[in-house]
Nanobody, 123 residues
Framework: QVQLVESGGGLVQAGGSVRLSCAASGRTFSIYALGWFRQAPGKEREFVAGIEWSGGSTYYADSVKGRFTISRDTAKNTMNLQMNSLKSEDTAVYYC????????????????WGQGTQVTVSS
């Protein structure tokens, strides 16, 4: 089992920046990729960004390309999401999760979800 814990959320003004972190523990050798998802009230959980743990290849949702940057530090077992030029529509609870199998853009392809961290963007 892999345990994931998010941190770094908060309240930020539109146009501002926030950096989220996801700390992994447990059977980290089993990680192939990790992803960030978000869920706003009344909406489905949506994919934000993902990264392959070993090679570092990244992939993003179109809505965040050019504004968000995902990275990882395998020595520290952490993954980060640098979020710039934030918009009100980025307001959501952000989750990190471990990729299991299937389409990388679908939350059903992931497991070992963290508890989430709230990001609120005020306009």
């Amino acid at each position: 089992q892999v345990q994931l814990v998010e941190s770094g959320g908060g309240l930020v003004q539109a146009g501002g920046s926030v950096r989220l972190s996801c700390a992994a523990s447990g059977r980290t050798f089993s990680i192939y990729a990790l992803g960030w998802f978000r869920q706003a009230p009344g909406k489905e959980r949506e994919f934000v960004a993902g990264i392959e743990w070993s090679g570092g290849s990244t992939y993003y949702a179109d809505s965040v390309k050019g504004r968000f940057t995902i990275s990882r530090d395998t020595a520290k077992n952490t993954m980060n999401l640098q979020m710039n030029s934030l918009k009100s529509e980025d307001t959501a609870v952000y989750y990190c999760a471990k990729y299991r199998s299937g389409n990388r853009n679908y939350h059903t392809s992931y497991e070992s979800w963290g508890q989430g961290t709230q990001v609120t963007v005020s306009s």
